[in-house]
């Protein structure tokens, strides 16, 4: 599976951005998706998962009732709609894929994620 992450750039606080992640490969059976972040000298956070079906999602709580993560199984694509975004979410964020079922209790797992993508530079100014 080959992950590649687009839709970051600059915005002011409170603005707004989609992040999109187009899978490709052998996508068939690739059970968990998730949103990651990396800051400057902090280590690789999570920031939200989602089922295969999309039916059950999960959210880093600096990031929750402000980001949603959604996707589209038939164009094989993943999204995260960031909304009234604040300096501290400045980062590199990177989307993920994992073949095993979905589990709420693992889905914040850096290491479950076998995929990555290479990574979009969010940032937001003040």
């Known amino acids: 599976v080959q992950l590649q992450a687009s839709g970051g750039g600059l915005v002011q606080a409170g603005g707004s951005l989609r992040l999109s992640c187009a899978a490709s490969g052998r996508t068939f059976g690739t059970y968990t998706w998730g949103w990651f972040r990396q800051s400057p000298g902090k280590e690789r956070e999570f920031v939200a998962a989602?089922?295969?079906?999309?039916?059950?999602?999960d959210y880093a709580d600096s990031v929750k009732g402000r980001f949603t993560i959604s996707r589209d199984n038939v164009k094989n694509t993943l999204f995260l709609q960031m909304n009234s975004l604040k300096p501290e979410d400045t980062a590199v964020y990177y989307c993920a894929a994992d073949r095993t079922p979905y589990d709420r209790g693992t889905s914040h797992y850096i290491a479950r994620y076998k995929y990555w993508g290479q990574g979009t530079q969010v940032t937001v100014s003040s």
């Open positions: 989602i089922s295969w079906s999309g039916g059950s999602t």
